[in-house]
């Protein structure tokens, strides 16, 4: 009774739909495990490298043309591809157990089977090769180590994954071989015999496997909780969850977001959602006096290269439609937690209209220069000029511009820090250099774009408060214009998270209020926040001071409650 006897590209065949039926389950597996444990899977590694390399042009065609999907559609490509190369490891490694001549009686029984220590042994090349060479590749360093995220348990995720795999591949590659012997010698009783003692092998293969699941699973079931409740982590479990949730929501679909019910609570000490003018905060590089501009001969320029260049009075300004917006502001040299953000009504014009009033605007064009009555200038790209939601902004909360906010005109351009909302604009010009303003010339970010960030207006750092009794964790979450989805609250430092209730925005521009009914146990509490935007963006947990490009990281306070 010998081998029946196969092709070569039989066998690769076999193993390879062996290897790709086992792949997909091995796959699944793994996600499986990314998200009980909150380790990272190796799609998700690739994706997010992906993601971070793509040259901006690309990164923003796709995003023109499949908008928050494209993460999810990257994804997906690569999990197909996953299992594709689970299915080609499958392939080769039939054909190279053929190869090796000298060993081969001992890789392969009579009945062309692979004996299971095969299929740990490819467990072990798999785990070796995602450990030491894709996960460094993804730059997430040796077996994640990079990530700060527990480097046990990316190791354990991926000898499960691993040994999944090998167990199963061997399990199919045999079941088919089998099957394919059947055909063969459908007429041989001698062998009729042999293939009801295989068939009950593999019956209690089946059951043994099944079993081994199930306590898997239950395993690590078990394990997440003990680690969930109240088990020290010896890495900073704030950053390690949140790094890892980073690379997670980078490239799978946002939160729908945790509106309440038009019922958000009144809390003590929460900022106010619409900051009353006088309240509103106010930077600028004055260090003596802001200018006084009087508005009955203030005129403003609109030059440059543009085909009718003009300039008007205060009272031309009636002309033009106007628009009313809520939009909320942050300096770039706010600190994590800072007080520099506030949010406001604005009514003003759209920039794009009082460009359009010059006529053509050149080809090749670049920016939009805009000068200050204070000295002060600053740019933006024509294309951000000509958004809706840019505008010249003549009213705040419904009074005229106050004084320290730029009477009579300043710029609104959300999505991009305070400084480029140019307050006391004089003299607006369209230009084809790449014009670097004010703070630019001292180091600061040109593009500018807002950093999402959140704050805990409530309870304040150091405070004492009542043990046992019911309160608020309350504050404002922001991220320019890209929204707000989700804002997650710890009282452990960053080990548990709770998700918080969001006030409904008043626009796609602002903050988002949140809160989360707290009733404190006893001791020190650490509170950490972060947030979420509405692309499934994280807050970025980097610590990171605000020059040049605006400061990051969570915001943290510790209180006591007696
Ligand atoms: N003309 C002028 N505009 C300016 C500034 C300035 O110094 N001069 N400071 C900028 C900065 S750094 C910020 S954060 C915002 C602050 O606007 P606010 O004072 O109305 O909050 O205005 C910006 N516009
Ligand atoms: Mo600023």
Partial sequence: MGIPSTSRSERFQRGFIAGLLAGILASGIMLLLSLVTGGISLPEALGSAIAIKLPLPIFNYLHEHLGGDAKEYLFYIILIGQCLIFALCGGLCNLLIDRLHVSYVHMRDEQGDLP??????????????????????TGSGVFGAGLTTSVTTTMINLAVTG?????????????????????????????????????NERRSFIRGGLIAIGLGTLGVAAWRFIVGTGGSSTADPALESNLVKGYQQKISPPPTPNYDTGTFPQIQGLSPEVTPNEEYYRVSKNFLSDPTVNGTTWKLTVDGLVSKPYTITYSDLANFPTQTQYESMMCISNEVGGEYMSNAKWEGIRLKDILQRAGTINPGSTKVVLYAADNYSDSIHLSKALEDTTMMALHMNGQALPSEHGYPARLLVPGIYGMKHVKWITHIQVVNTDYQGYWQQNGWSDAAPIKMTSRIDTPLDGAQIGAGKPSYIAGVAFSGNLGISQVDVSTDGGKSWQVATLKRPLSALTWVLWELSWTPKAGHQEIVVHAVDMQGNVQDPTLAEPIPNGSSGYHTITVTAI
Avoid at 177 to 192: C, D, F, H, P, V
Wanted: net charge positive.
């Fill in 116 to 137: 299971y220590r095969v299929g740990v042994g490819l467990a072990f090349v798999l785990w070796l090769f995602s450990g030491l060479i894709f996960l460094p590749l």
């Fill in 163 to 199: 040994l999944a795999y090998g167990l199963i591949f061997i399990l199919l590659h045999n079941w088919l071989a089998w099957q394919a012997l059947k055909r063969i010698t459908q007429s041989g009783t001698e062998t009729a015999a042999v293939l009801e003692t295989k068939r």
